[in-house]
């Protein structure tokens, strides 16, 4: 968000606040790539090629097993959608649950920092986990039910928004722009489960490198786990806060 929420405003003109703030977040959503976004993906999509494709494969199906396990799985119990609430009181709520997942990552962020290699690589899947379980919550709280399947698929894209390229963010952002659950697919079959785990990797690759050196692999994990759930959470509340905003 790019300015604090107002307090004691009628919910009218609270809404009228939060559509300038999804304005300003779809701009920057549609805003094409700068010189330093284009010199680091170049660099990015060398490594890419170098990477043999017995390499690509294997670590989308681990990629993708892993996300389709905890989008589906039983290990993902889901709220029940809150109803007849404001969307200021909603914004709260979901400002309050980011807080609490940031604390979370970041601890186990600073503790797989400081276990070496092994224990940072094991923060990989622990951190999507999180990350996933944060995007079933704040759907609760905006009123949708992680039991649909729609609502599933789009916390997906809420995942893939927050952790991609310029380029592949403004498609993404253009599917989720005029959402309705019950026009998406009924199966993650059609999903690009390898342009998915290859703009994750890419987004997150150095910083999470830096989580492997020694003495400083705890702070920069819990820092970088902190700033992962933040963009996340403040991606997922302007995307509900947009369907809000349109009715869905």
Known sequence: MTSGPPVFVSETAYEHWAQGEVARWRE????????WNRATRGV????????????????????????RGILV???VTTA????GLSLEERDR??????????????????????????MAAADFPI????????????????GHSGEVFGERVFILHL???????PEHRA?????????????CPTSFEAFDWRRFQQEYRDYIDLAKLAQLLPVVGAPVGAVVNWRLLDRLGQYAINGYRMRWLAGR
């Open 73 to 75: 799985g039983a290990d």
């Open 127 to 142: 951190l999507i986990g999180i990350k996933i379980k944060l995007l079933f919550d704040l759907a609760a709280i905006y």
């Open 28 to 35: 920057k959503m549609l805003s094409p790539p700068n010189a």
């Open 171 to 183: 498609d993404v952002f253009r599917r989720i722009e005029d959402w309705d659950p019950a026009d």
């Open 93 to 118: 709520r979901a400002a309050d649950y980011i807080k609490n997942y940031r604390t979370t990552a970041a601890v186990e962020g600073g503790v797989a920092g400081a276990g070496g290699f092994l």
């Open 80 to 83: 029940d959608p809150l109803q």
């Open 44 to 67: 990015q999509q060398r490594i890419t090629r170098a990477i043999p494709e017995k390499v690509h494969q294997a670590v989308t199906a681990v990629m993708e097993r892993m996300t």
């Open 159 to 165: 995942f893939e928004l927050a952790f991609s390229s």
